[in-house]
């Protein structure tokens, strides 16, 4: 059996049978994987849509919450976006969901929220991430993951120096994502990422699985075989 391609982040489903796209909220035409108010779309009614979100997850089988979080450049006033995503945060306890979190200039504020939720919640997982070395390590010590998106590679591209850290960056904290890019594909994230840690794709493949599984405790078959999962070729 082969193990098709984790994509962790996307909003868009890619037909290839050999990948497993998690999908997240907003998604064009299709159910989405996980469920979550994206800071970009939270407005006054936000608090509605959280009972909806809250009942959706009830009824469904969602893999995370996601995607949430803080934006200093988009979406309404910060404090608005602090309130939703502590909401959700609460949301992700009690149905004991994994997070997958946006964040754009606001790292700091998010691993502060982290400290105080860590002994409460599941590991968070922040998609698309492209900081530096320290912002990587500080993430990692609180005990969440990193999905590299499209963007890390033009970043890398751009200044190999300064991103020389995902050399040897902790695997074991570590996912690949397509997000909304539509040029970049999984395969493409993990021909990069393969050539600058010189690992074969497969076992890299394999790796992230393994982090998947852990930090939603669920196993392989297990996440292929929820009600709402994607088909997937097998």
């Known amino acids: 059996m082969q193990i098709p391609f984790l994509n962790f982040h996307t909003h868009k489903q890619d037909q ?25 779309f939270i ?19 969602p893999l995370m919450i996601g995607e949430i979080g803080l934006d200093k450049l988009r979406g309404p006033k910060f404090d608005i976006q602090y309130e939703a ?8 306890v009690e149905f004991d969901l994994v997070c997958v979190i946006h964040s754009v200039k606001s790292y700091s504020e998010c691993l502060a929220i982290r400290k105080k939720w860590k002994s409460k919640s599941r590991a968070w997982v922040f998609h698309d991430f492209n900081s530096n070395e320290q912002m990587a390590k500080a993430i990692i010590k609180s005990g969440c993951y990193l999905s590299l998106s499209p963007r890390i590679i033009k970043r890398y591209e751009m ?24 040029k970049i594909n999984i395969f493409d994230m993990f021909t990069w990422f393969s050539s600058i840690r010189n690992i074969d794709i497969h076992t890299l493949n394999n790796k992230f699985w393994k982090n998947l599984e852990l930090i939603t405790g669920r196993n392989y078959e297990c996440i292929l075989a929820e009600p709402c999962r994607a088909s997937v070729t097998r």
């Open 16 to 40: 290839n049978p050999k990948v497993f796209s998690i999908t997240n909220s907003p998604c064009e035409k299709l159910e989405p994987i996980c469920y979550g108010l994206h800071p970009w």
């Open 43 to 61: 407005d006054e009614n936000w608090s509605k849509k959280l009972e909806q979100l809250k009942c959706t997850i009830q009824n469904k089988t």
């Open 85 to 92: 995503m502590i909401a959700q945060l609460k949301i992700a």
């Open 159 to 182: 200044n190999p120096r300064k991103y020389s850290y995902l050399k040897t960056l902790d695997l074991d904290f570590v996912f690949l994502e397509t997000d909304d890019d539509l």
